[in-house]
């Protein structure tokens, strides 16, 4: 479960100096910059900092914490994260999704600091194989077929993806994707077409109805750097398709079955985020484009970027993630034994 936080932290490469480079003036008190992602996976890390000095060249870490995290929902403390490093610390707990948690932070010799968060559901994902339009039903071989997923977007989903690197010997994120889905939120738009994803799939549904649709989506789809984000919509029921510049083999399978994901098989995640997490990443994101683009008026923005700590600066937030079956768009389709195989 650790594939989201490591798609964070190439993002955050860059988004760090969101919180960890708040310059204050010479007479101000040091805040404390808390970052904490509760997850699906079964130790929890707690980074901890304070913002920079006018005469500091880095943020100076925090050498001394008690940090601990209580679930609200069950009125019991789930554990007190230890040291572990430099600014790190960790706690061996794997949340509990729906619950609502609270975590506490109180350094020697400083006022203490809070926040709370619920944890979210695990996205839900329906995977159906659609045909295009103009072959006939049922299908023959020859004809060529895609996936699409059914999302519940009754809050935002992200998605992203990782190819298998066999010269590296490790997972690296695939850099452009693309939707047919007509809402994708454009803050990653890398203004790039996807010219091997001109598919005529269906559009999202306009009557909140997953199986009934108003238009087709033809046009060519514009790649995203890095992940898409499906907003929160009206009718949360949508049917979307992915693709982008992925590479070698990925995580599928050919029947109702789904399996775990091989070492060596890339793979395609949506994942759910709490409303805390959601917004911070897309100010910060915001952020960050405004840093490595030409107009110097945008490090303003940094003053803007959210926060949900109390009495410090930066995020406590929460995900949960599920991995997805991937082939590539209208793949050419045959039969062995009265049943669709994939090449």
């Known amino acids: 479960m650790k594939k989201f936080l490591c798609f964070i932290l190439v993002l955050s490469t860059g988004l760090s100096s969101c919180v960890k480079d708040v310059i204050l003036d010479a007479n101000e008190e040091p805040l404390l910059v808390v970052a904490c992602i509760l997850s699906q996976d079964s130790v929890q890390t707690l980074q901890l900092s304070w913002t920079k000095g006018p005469s500091q060249a880095e943020a100076p870490l925090v050498t001394e914490a008690v940090a601990v995290l209580t679930d609200l929902t069950e009125n019991r403390e789930a554990g007190r994260f230890d040291r572990r490093g430099e600014g790190l610390w960790q706690l061996d707990y794997t949340p509990l999704t729906g619950h609502s948690y609270r975590l506490d932070v109180a350094v020697p010799g400083h006022e203490p600091v809070w926040a709370e968060q619920t944890v ?156 805390d997490y959601d917004r911070y990443l897309c100010e910060a994101f915001k952020y960050y484009q405004g840093e490595v683009s030409d107009d110097l008026s945008s490090i303003y923005i940094r003053d803007n970027v959210y926060t949900n700590i109390h009495g410090g600066v930066g995020i406590f937030g929460s995900f949960t993630q599920i991995p997805v079956r991937w082939d590539r768009a209208y793949v050419m389709i045959h039969f062995e034994d009265g049943k669709i195989i994939y090449p």
Not at 135 to 143: Q, S, T, V
Not at 161 to 168: F, G, I, K, M, V
């Open 120 to 275: 979210p559901e695990v996205p839900e994902v329906d995977i159906s194989v659609t045909k295009r339009p103009e072959y006939p039903n049922p299908p023959k071989n020859g004809d060529k077929w895609g996936l699409q997923y059914g999302l519940n977007l009754s809050r935002p989903v992200w998605a992203w993806a990782e190819n298998y690197d066999a010269e590296q010997n490790q997972h690296v994120p695939v850099k452009q994707l693309s939707t047919d889905y007509p809402y994708v939120d454009d803050l990653n738009v890398s203004g790039e077409l996807d010219t091997d994803s001109n598919w005529p799939f269906p559009g999202t549904p306009m009557s909140g109805d997953m199986g009934s649709y108003d238009e087709y989506c033809t046009y060519q789809q514009v790649f995203h750097h890095r992940f898409l984000r499906f907003p929160k919509s009206d009718y949360p029921k949508a049917l979307v398709s992915v693709g982008g510049k992925f590479r070698g083999d990925y995580y599928n399978y050919n029947d109702d079955s789904p399996r775990e994901p091989s070492g060596k098989e890339g793979v395609l995640y949506f994942a759910s985020l709490s409303d």
